[in-house]
């Protein structure tokens, strides 16, 4: 897509609380707040990205900006933080919405199945109920767009696209059955050395290694992804 086009696409970030979580939103388009519009202004149909692990919204900023602009501007693209991935930071305070209220706290937020109650809630309080939508999941969020579709018939689902899915039974293939030991070991060293290493240092350190971490992959994001090196994100 054309730089100068992709620039003049508006993004918002905003921090709600989803199921007792803070929770990052990047929302792409003009609409900030769906059930704020007219029904008759509102657009009929919205983009639902869901992020692989890591699962955060802000690296899927340039598709969701592809996407809009292939759509001609006419339907927003959003993509939701997975629960407790992306830390409220300390310039920007959390959106109150008269849906927050009547939102119940889920458990065991943080695992895969509260992870996938995690969107169903945040669809349900944060969309309107007549309003289309087309689910887009990444790796991880394709097993979850699809137990939305088992979980959530209420949900106006027109399509749903599954992008690079996580292979089921990863775990029990002949090189699953290595490698899955060897990566539950490591995610608790990665632990360890957030927590002993990153955690004590100063924001700037932290920016600037992600920012390093992020150029090497060649990865562009108009948001700080400084929780990359929380030790939460890497253990996950």
């Known amino acids: 897509m054309d730089s100068e086009i992709q620039e003049e696409i508006p993004v918002h970030e905003e921090f709600i609380m989803c199921g007792g979580v803070e929770t990052q939103v990047v929302k792409c388009g003009p609409w900030t707040n769906l059930l704020d519009e007219p029904s008759v202004s509102r657009p009929k149909l919205l983009v639902f990205i869901i992020p692989g692990n890591p699962g955060f919204s802000a690296f899927y900023v340039p598709f969701a900006k592809a996407l809009h602009s292939l759509t001609n501007r006419r339907f927003p693209v959003w993509a939701v933080t997975h629960a407790g991935f992306a830390l409220l930071p300390k310039d920007k305070k959390i959106l109150k919405t008269a849906e927050d209220s009547s939102a119940q706290e889920i458990k065991d937020i943080y695992g895969l199945s509260g992870q996938i109650e995690h969107k169903i809630a945040f669809l349900r ?18 097993y979850i767009a699809l ?34 030991p060897l990566f539950c070991w490591f995610r608790y060293v990665l632990y360890a050395t957030s927590y002993l290493v990153f955690k004590p240092c100063p924001e700037i350190i932290k920016s600037f290694l992600v920012r390093i971490i992020l150029q090497r992959m060649n990865i562009k994001s108009e948001f700080s992804l400084v929780d990359l090196v929380q030790p939460f994100c890497l253990a996950d």
Not at 149 to 178: N, Y
Request: net charge positive; hydrophobic share 40%.
């Open 125 to 142: 309080t944060h969309v309107p109920k007549d309003m289309k939508l087309i689910l887009i999941g990444h790796s991880i969020g394709c």
């Open 147 to 180: 137990q939305i579709l088992k979980r959530a018939p209420d949900l106006q689902v027109v399509h749903a696209f599954l992008l690079f899915p996580t292979i089921e039974r990863l775990s029990e293939s002949p090189k699953g059955r290595i490698a899955t």
